[in-house]
């Protein structure tokens, strides 16, 4: 992380930006962005990729940045509104059990004012904009824009479908 901070000091040192190594909670999210933005300034873009209290994080920020960016679990089921129950202290370790489906992520971004324009190549990141800047993109159906990486086929999905009904998930409405 060193190395990284000392590289990207060198080119955020022409702009207002900052580098913070701390591990988010929902306790902390808006005080830490409180350290670095004051309520009156708009933030262009954030992005939360904490791999499993993604949900709870985007759940909690009292901001209003123009996009959200927010990684989601692709082996949980597109029609599934679900995420893993929030943990505090929870550090992913490695499994296929973590975070949030698509749909919960989409449910809650669209009660939060923001509307799905994007998901990445690799199936894990979905993009949201602000409703007042939605008119400029087109919006999509989080149902009929997923998709499974192309490197798991059927068998890989059949064994995620069974490992993950032994897990604790929280419906979303």
Not at 64 to 91: A, G, H, V
Request: proline share 2%.
């Amino acid at each position: 992380m060193l190395c990284i901070k000392y590289y990207f000091e060198y080119f955020l040192s022409f702009n207002k930006k900052k580098i913070s190594n701390t591990f988010v909670t929902k306790n902390n999210i808006n005080k830490l962005i409180n350290n670095f933005y004051s309520e009156n300034e708009e933030i262009d873009c954030i992005s939360i990729d904490v791999d499993g209290n993604d949900y709870f994080l985007m759940e909690t920020l009292n901001f209003k940045p123009k996009l959200i960016i927010i990684e989601y679990n692709f082996w949980l089921s597109k029609e599934e509104s679900i995420t893993m129950p929030y943990q505090e202290d929870y550090s992913w370790d490695g499994n296929i059990y973590y975070g949030a489906s698509l749909l919960a992520l989409n449910n809650l971004a669209n009660k939060k004012n923001y509307r799905l324009i994007a998901i990445d190549s690799s199936c894990t990141n979905a993009f949201f904009i602000r409703n007042d800047l939605a008119h400029n993109f087109s919006i999509l159906d989080p149902i009929k824009s997923f998709k499974i990486p192309t490197k798991y086929n059927s068998t890989d999905l059949l064994f995620a479908k069974k490992y993950l009904e032994k897990k604790s998930f929280i419906n979303i409405k």
